[in-house]
C-alpha cells in the first residue's frame, strides 16, 4: 500500500490527518520530489519504470533502494568473466553492457556477443539464488556505466529487516528466472528442430 | 592504502580509537538483538529504543551495587593486608628454620616485605593515576553511547560508503567476505559475552551459598578471565586458592571452593563452551588449540582471544580460494 492510498483511506474513514508531524511521509515526500536532485530520487524513478518491481508499493521501492550498491564501470570494462564465483544481481541504470559466452570458460578470450542489455535491464540474478554460484557468462560494459548491485549479504539482511520486501524481490527474482527457463526450452526446441532438418538435409 | 590510513589514525588518536573500538563490539553484541526486535510484524523502533534506555536505566542499579561490593571487598582486602603480610612472613621463617634444620645454611632472603614494598609502590602510582582514569571514564560514558547511537543509525550506510572505496574486480567478493567477517566476530563476541556471564554467575552465586568471601569480586575476576580459553579458568580461581590458603578462619574451605571453581568450569566446557562458541565458530576442536597457542606467540592475550574469529574468517577465505581453484583446474 502506497502513502497517497493509506493517506485517502484515512481521509475517507473520517480519522482525518493526524495533528503529529509524520517524518517517514515527510521523508517519502522529499525522496519522491520530482524536483529532487537526491541520487536516490532518481533511483525511485527509474525502479517505478523497471517492470520487475512492479508490484513494490512507493514505500517498498524506497526501502530497497537502501539495498542498493552503485558501482561505475568504464567503457569495455569487465564487470564479471564467465567462470567466476557469482554474488550480485545487477540493475542497468544508464549505459548498456554486452554479454559475451565462450566454450572455454576462465580463458582469456571472453568469447562471442550474445546480447546487448539496455538502461532498465537486469542481469546476474542466479548469482543471487544459488549457493555456489558460477557466472554463466562474461559481462562488459559498453560504454560508461552505471549499475545498480544487490548482493547476498544485503538479500539475507533484507529477509531479516524486511521480510515482506525480500520475499517480494524473491518472488519477482524466481520469476525472472522462470521467464528465462521458459526461453530457453524454446531455444532448445528450435535447435532440435533444426538439426533434424539439417540430418535430414544430409 | 585504506587499511594503513586506518592504523595510522587509531594509533595517533587512541583517546578516540579505543571509545569507537569498543562500541563497535557492543554494537556487534547487540545487532542480532535489534534484528530481531525491530524487524516482522511487531516492528516498533521507537518501542525498541524506549526499552532498550530503560533496560540500561535498569541495568545500572546492579551494576553499581557491584561496583559497591567490589569497592567494599577490596576496601576488606587492603585493610587485611598487614595482617597477611604477618601470616606470609610466618609461613616464610617456619620454612626458613626448616631449611637450617636440614641443609644448615642460613637464608637470607626477605622475599615477603620485598614484595609488600612493590606492592606499595604500585598502589600509590594507581592512586595517583585514578583522577586521569575517571576523566577518561567519563570521556567514555559520554562517547561510547554517542557511537552506539549512530553505528545502530547510519551503519549500513557508513558501510556502503566504504564499499565504494573498492576497486570493481573485487568488490563481490570483498564485500561478501566482510559480510561473513562481520557476523563471525558478532556471533563469537555474544557466545563469549554470554559464556563469561554464565561462568562469573554461577561463581558468585555458588561462593555466596558456601560463604566464601569476596563472592562478588571473584565471581567477576572468574567471568572475565574465561574469556581467555584454556588459561583463564587456571588464573580466575588463583585469588580465590590464595585467599583460602592464607585464611585463618575456619568457616572457610579449600575443598568447598575448589568443587564450586570445578563444578563451574566443568559446565562451562561441557556444556556452554560446546553448544554456543564451537557451534557458532564452526571450527574443529584441534584447530581451536592450535590457533590459540599462534595467538599467544603472535599478539599475547589480545592474540589468544581474537585469533578464534580470524580463524573461522580465514576457513571462509580458504573454501572460497578453494572453490576458485577447483574451477579453474
Do not use: C
Amino acid at each position: 500500500m502506497s502513502y497517497e492510498k493509506d493517506i485517502m483511506e484515512k481521509m475517507e474513514s473520517g480519522e482525518g490527518p493526524s495533528d503529529r508531524l509524520d517524518i517517514p511521509i515527510l521523508k517519502y515526500l522529499w525522496d519522491a520530489s520530482p524536483l529532487s536532485f537526491g541520487s536516490k530520487e532518481n533511483y525511485h524513478e527509474f525502479f517505478k519504470k523497471i517492470s520487475v518491481l512492479s508490484s513494490f508499493s512507493d514505500n517498498e521501492v524506497r526501502i530497497f533502494t537502501k539495498y542498493l550498491h552503485r558501482r561505475e564501470f568504464s567503457s569495455d570494462e569487465i564487470i564479471f568473466r564467465q567462470g567466476d564465483s557469482g554474488y550480485g544481481f545487477y540493475f542497468i541504470f544508464n549505459g548498456s553492457v554486452n554479454i559475451y559466452a565462450s566454450q572455454k570458460p576462465n580463458s582469456e578470450d571472453i568469447g562471442d556477443l550474445v546480447i546487448r542489455l539496455e538502461k532498465r535491464q537486469y542481469f546476474g540474478e542466479m548469482g543471487l539464488l544459488e549457493e555456489f554460484n558460477r557466472r554463466s557468462a562474461s559481462v562488459v560494459a559498453a560504454e560508461n556505466t552505471v549499475l545498480l548491485g544487490i548482493f547476498k549479504p544485503d538479500l539475507d539482511r533484507m529477509l531479516e529487516l524486511h521480510p515482506v520486501i525480500g520475499a517480494k524481490f524473491l518472488r519477482e527474482t524466481a520469476l525472472i528466472m522462470a521467464n528465462r527457463m521458459g526461453q530457453l526450452t524454446r531455444d532448445i526446441i528450435n535447435l532440435k528442430k533444426k538439426v533434424r532438418e539439417l540430418e535430414q538435409k544430409i | 592504502m585504506m587499511v594503513a590510513l586506518t592504523l595510522g589514525f587509531a594509533l595517533l588518536f587512541p583517546r578516540l580509537t579505543l571509545p569507537f573500538g569498543f562500541s563497535y563490539i557492543i554494537y556487534l553484541m547487540l545487532r542480532p538483538l535489534t534484528v530481531k526486535l525491530t524487524s516482522g510484524p511487531m516492528k516498533q523502533r521507537g518501542l525498541f529504543f524506549g526499552l532498550l534506555a530503560l533496560g540500561l536505566f535498569f541495568l545500572m542499579f546492579p551494576f553499581l551495587a557491584t561496583i559497591y561490593n567490589t569497592e567494599t571487598d577490596l576496601m576488606s582486602l587492603s585493610q587485611k593486608l598487614p595482617a597477611v603480610q604477618k601470616i606470609l612472613q610466618d609461613k616464610f621463617f617456619l620454612i626458613k628454620v626448616k631449611f637450617f634444620e636440614k641443609y644448615g645454611i642460613r637464608l637470607n632472603l626477605d622475599p615477603v616485605n620485598y614484595m609488600v614494598s612493590k606492592a606499595e609502590v604500585y598502589g600509590t602510582n594507581l592512586l595517583a593515576t585514578i583522577p586521569a582514569y575517571l576523566s577518561s571514564i567519563f570521556e567514555w560514558l559520554l562517547l561510547v553511547p554517542l557511537f552506539l547511537y549512530f553505528f545502530f543509525r547510519e551503519s549500513s550506510h557508513f558501510k556502503q560508503l566504504m564499499m565504494t572505496a573498492i576497486p570493481n574486480q573485487i568488490f563481490e567478493k570483498a564485500y561478501v567476505l566482510s559480510s561473513h567477517f562481520n557476523t563471525k566476530f558478532s556471533e563469537y563476541i555474544i557466545a563469549k559475552f554470554i559464556e563469561a556471564t554464565i561462568v562469573g554467575t554461577l561463581i558468585t552465586v555458588s561462593l555466596l551459598v558456601i560463604g566464601f568471601p569476596y563472592p562478588f569480586i571473584l565471581g567477576f575476576i572468574a567471568g572475565v578471565t574465561n574469556i581467555l580459553p584454556y588459561i583463564g579458568p587456571i588464573i580466575g580461581f588463583l585469588p580465590a586458592f590464595f585467599i583460602a590458603l592464607l585464611s585463618q578462619d575456619p568457616d572457610i574451605t579449600m575443598w568447598g571452593m575448589i568443587i564450586v571453581y570445578g563444578i563451574a568450569n566443568l559446565i562451562d566446557m561441557v556444556l556452554v563452551f560446546p553448544l554456543l562458541v564451537s557451534k557458532i565458530v564452526n571450527l574443529h576442536p584441534i584447530i581451536v588449540v592450535v590457533s590459540i597457542i599462534v595467538g599467544s606467540q603472535l599478539g599475547g592475550i589480545i592474540g589468544m582471544i581474537v585469533i578464534i574469529p580470524f580463524i573461522a574468517f580465514f576457513k571462509i577465505l580458504f573454501k572460497e580460494i578453494y572453490k576458485d581453484l577447483s574451477v579453474q583446474v
